[in-house]
């Protein structure tokens, strides 16, 4: 079963890694080598099933100052935080 795919081979989405959210969500966050934004954008996707990641379209996480993080993401959920608690992503570059 495919987590990320693409037609194209060259785009070779890799790295994923998935958190379980309150509410009955899961996130996954995965490298993208050919994302239009950058090359290895951080990419993310959401869903209620975590065994059917591929049926949704992954969007590229931006911080608030437009910087997009890039290569060997990883997620977790903390309960410490605001009203919806927290996600933590790190990163290999872009921050």
């Known amino acids: ?30 490298e993208s080598w050919r994302a239009p934004e ?5 990419c993310s996707r959401i869903l209620t099933d975590p065994t059917n990641f591929n049926a949704s379209v992954g969007r590229p996480l931006i911080a ?8 060997l993401p990883y997620i977790v959920w903390s309960s ?10 790190s990163s290999g570059g872009g921050f």
């Open 1 to 30: 079963m495919d987590d990320v795919a693409y037609s194209t081979y060259d785009f070779r989405p890799s790295m994923t890694t998935v958190a379980e959210m309150p509410f009955g969500q899961y996130i996954m966050t995965y």
């Open 38 to 42: 950058t090359a290895f954008a951080v």
């Open 64 to 71: 608030a100052d437009g910087t997009i993080p890039t290569s």
């Open 80 to 89: 410490a935080g605001g009203l919806l608690d927290t996600l933590v992503v």
